[in-house]
């Protein structure tokens, strides 16, 4: 009783230079990301909005906005499957076995996260461009990799390559091997033990690396820039195109473009909001 | 299905985890593998179930050699530790998995699944939680579950590893009586790895006890409690007292606490002593006693009659203690010396409570 | 029969995992950087050196550090203070907020780079009135460094929040029981502990910025010597067909950066190394 007594007075009298300190931080919290977050956001929206709705649809409708969203469509098609498919496999061999230099290994794979974008781009040109090592080979065969869709694809993949993997590795070190060593004494094959238990088991954290791998690789500029060529309704994605829009000035076109990458943004917080609270609930 | 292991060693970097094992276990034997962390009985339990891979030896079921086959060839069921429950799946689907994973030509049908995993359902006794996931359960569900999946898949051997460490005492207990049932009903070769005696003597028809690798021992629970091999085993299976003798330090004595007869008048060949504590555990009472001639600490065990019919002691009494079954063990020769009851203990004995 | 022995796994998979594992990485990440450093090589020593060395690019690696540095110890600061106002107070919107942190991981960057210009443009939202007070925002440094600001400012915040969320309350109760204001406390108990998260949020922040280009290159006003930051000037080089050159600046960037990262790991390692108990 005398101990509660205590201990409210003792809040009533802390609570007021508290609250006003709490406030102050929450002031201060919040007016930093309005300046830097949530006004470009809004600024984008707003900019694309301001020569009216028609305007906006249009520019999102004509003929190399569409080329550029299909070309940023392809690209995420390809490059989600793919490096979904080696960020398992590398997950696998790295959290179920041991093997000498995994940490060697893993530091290899997050080599593109250290690694400037225009440098990811500069790489393939050096290899695949006309000037570069297999260039004269290419031009012989007449195989077209730079400033080309395949250059495009490429360094996509390179920039998202770490994306699932690295989500993948703490939960399936977490969960260990026995649940795996329990589906195989039970008779279960190797693909059963993997689908059946492994993937229902990994499944919200593989979503979380997808949809991270997805909102890069369809927002990438610095590597794909590199690789690209900027030729009109070929090789242009939704960032590129909404740059040569904004060089030429047209910045309406050009935010309008940007807002669906926005919009993309806001569609990825939102479900990686989701999948978090899915995974704390589990 | 009888199990041989032959010559067996496995170890782990340096580590030798299991040291040139042999061991010949019947058909419908029920083992408990018992000894103290790291003494490799995991490693062996896993070894049979060709979850480890053996550096040396064989292991053979019914004389066939099965070293080399795998584990789903030799149709084990295991139950591991922690259960590795599939979390994701109902207990139902749980105990399905192994009969729903079989290629289609061999795999029952659905209504003969169901049937076959509510009759697992009801050997554990757990018929109402067939649609509860793992999370939803008690440790002691769990576990039964987890023997009931291992079940379904009608293994000729049941391995089991730690299967009540995780309990608390009171259901462990329980599941203890249960798992000795099951046992019984349907006969199959059982081994069980723990680090606790009394599971071991109180379920095991052999107990196998390791220690660093190696085996010390095997037997019947009374085998290995009555007639220990050698030290190691002796101290492994119950409280212990335990006197060095400096002078020839190879032999140590050993005698248990319930071995000492306490009384307030001397009779045979007893020693004074005093006493320094009385710990009253429920049925059983343990007196702390200093001896006057070397001032060793050991214990004497009674139980609870025993105690109140003899005249009252406290702290500080003088009593003689009578040594009824002492056991040296030489421990360069690891023989059993048995002097019996008979040897005056020398002045010169220094002892250790354990 | 011996090599069967020692090849026992219990779990399937390890060789078509690992073999697609490391054959995959080859191709994508390690054949192609090899083969940087190998056209980087393809320089004299003395042309290398002129190359990496040359006024333009020195000035660019100037510019590129220290803007990259102000805007990481600027996210060091709030996001600190960010990470500990989610983590310790309650605000209605607080789960929208802590999303919207995300934003610069999610939102591609050339899209953050017109849009942070736009605003800081002398006639834009914000940079009107710093162009009253006769500060120019856009097109200068001070443009640079609000554009890495953004891009790395979750960098801090993520890596801060969880620690702060872990750290038992009991230390700062003994402390008030003991006696401590509380900016004894923050400054004693608090900070000692998030300190290391802070500084891995802090190097990790630095590291994005040194490679920034989307968000930036839009700001900058790329003007040689000036706002020209390095991957611009690689863009440049390989614009001009100078692979070689391209690829000498590439690999001073690289090395730097693996160092940079190379020293977070090791500092990682040793802290927790340090702090852990048994």
Known sequence: MIVQELREKNVKANAEPDLLKKWALITIALGFLGLFILVPLIAVFSEGLNKGIELYFASLTERDALSAIKLTLLTAAITIPVNTIFGVLAAWSITKFNFRGKNILITLIDIPFAVSPVIAGLVFVLLFGSRGVLGPFLEANDIKIIFAVPGIILATIFVTFPFVVRELLPIMEEQGTEEEQAAITLGASGWQMFFRVTLPNIKWGLLYGVILCNARAMGEFGAVSVVSGHIRGLTNTIPLHVEILYNEYNFTAAFAAASLLALLAILTLILKSVVEWKTKKH | ?354 | MANKRKRHRVLPGFGLSMGYTLIYLSLIVLIPIAFLFLKASTLSLADFWETVTDDRVVASYKLTIYTSLIAALVNAVFGTLIAWVLVRYDFYGKRIIDALVDLPFALPTAVAGIALTTIYAPNGWIGQYFEAMGIKVAYTPLGIMVALTFIGLPFVVRSVQPVLQDLDRQYEEAASTLGASSTQIFVKIILPAIFPAILTGFALAFARALGEYGSVVFISGNMPMKTEIVPLLIITKLEQFNYAGAAAIAVVMLVFSFVLLFLINFWQWRTTKKYQMN
């Open chain 2, 1 to 354: 299905m009888g199990i041989t292991i032959k010559d067996v060693s496995k170890a782990f970097g340096n580590f030798p985890a299991v040291n040139n094992v042999n061991l010949e276990i019947p058909t419908g034997d029920f083992v408990a593998l018992l000894g103290p962390s790291g003494s490799g009985k995991t490693t062996l339990l896993r070894l049979i179930a060709g979850l480890e891979g053996l550096d040396t030896g064989g292991i053979f079921f019914n004389d066939k050699d099965y070293t080399y086959k795998t584990i789903k060839e030799r149709n084990v069921g295991f139950v591991f530790q922690n259960y590795a429950l599939f979390k994701h799946m109902t207990i139902f689907d749980n105990i399905a998995f192994g009969l729903k994973v079989r290629p289609r030509k061999t795999r029952p049908s659905k209504k003969e699944i169901a049937d076959k995993v509510n009759e697992l359902l009801k050997l554990v006794q757990l018929e109402q939680l067939a649609n509860r996931y793992p999370s939803q359960l008690s440790g002691g569900q769990r576990q039964r579950i987890a023997l009931a999946r291992a079940l379904a898949v009608e293994p000729e051997v049941l391995l089991l590893d730690e299967p009540f460490g995780a309990l608390d005492a009171k259901v462990r207990q329980e599941l203890r009586h249960w798992l000795r049932e099951i046992h019984q009903r349907l006969n199959i070769t059982t081994i069980f790895v723990t680090h606790d005696q009394e599971e071991a003597l109180e379920m095991a028809d052999t107990v196998v006890v390791m220690n660093q690798g190696k085996i010390e021992q095997i037997g019947s629970p009374e085998e290995v409690y009555q007639k220990p091999a050698n030290a190691f085993v002796y101290s492994f299976l119950g409280r212990v007292n335990e006197f060095r003798d400096t002078e020839a330090s190879a032999a140590i004595s050993y005698i248990r606490p319930h071995e000492i007869v306490l009384r307030k008048i001397s009779q045979g060949n007893s020693i004074l002593s005093e006493v320094s504590h009385i710990h009253i555990i429920g049925s059983t009472v343990r007196v702390e006693l200093r001896r006057q001639d070397t001032g060793a600490l050991f214990e004497a065990e009674m139980s609870i009659e025993q105690y109140q019919n003899m005249t009252p002691i406290k702290r500080g009494d003088i009593l003689f203690a009578e040594f009824k079954n002492i056991i040296v063990f030489d421990h360069h020769l690891e023989n059993k010396l048995d002097h019996g009851g008979k040897i005056g203990i020398r002045n010169s004995l220094k002892s250790k409570l354990i």
